[in-house]
């Protein structure tokens, strides 16, 4: 082998690392506000169980699983690899109806129901109910922002009509 040639790099090896997201994305605001979510979720979910008000642990259960869902959409770009649905409106939804839900159900646990991990679930539902408006918000100015984009690039030209082209001056 001469010396000027190099012989070529290494391929990547498969494994499981196409599968991981990407350092970029969990470090991102989005990406934590995501993690937080899901972490929250859980731990009221848990909260819920231990509780007298069993009867809400479907709440936490769902957004849960909502959250790692985006979480995972996110991070994999599945949202730009597929087109068909509109990932930041449907973002934008799920964290208002959560927010909402949270902020109920958070009330209702903590003024009617005495048990301490009724309390606990409500105090980390108040959290989260933050956490999840934090989130609508910048997802909000995010839509709005490629909603803006989207109507300056696709919208037509305005057509003139023959009274605008026409140069005579009578009345």
Known sequence: ME??????????RPGARPLL???EFVTSRKGLL???EAVL????????????????????LLTFLLA?????????????????????????????????????????AVSKYSD?????????GFIATVVYAVNFYMTFNELMTVLKQGDSSDA?????????DSDSDSD
Not at 3 to 12: L, R
Not at 45 to 60: Q, T
Not at 88 to 96: A, E, G, K, N
Not at 156 to 164: F, G, I
């Open 3 to 12: 010396p000027s040639e190099e012989p070529d790099p290494p391929a990547p």
């Open 21 to 23: 997201p990407s350092r």
């Open 34 to 36: 995501l993690l937080a």
């Open 41 to 60: 979720s859980f731990v009221i979910f848990i909260c819920y169980i231990a509780s007298e008000a069993a009867s809400f642990l479907m709440v936490p």
């Open 68 to 108: 790692l869902g985006f979480f995972s959409v996110y991070a994999l770009k599945i949202n730009e690899k597929f087109k068909g649905p509109y990932w930041l409106l449907v973002d934008f939804l799920c964290c208002l109806i959560a927010a909402i839900i949270y902020f109920a159900i958070s009330i209702a």
């Open 116 to 124: 301490r991990a009724s309390k606990a679930a409500g105090v980390f």
């Open 156 to 164: 037509p030209e305005p057509q003139k009509s023959e009274e605008d």
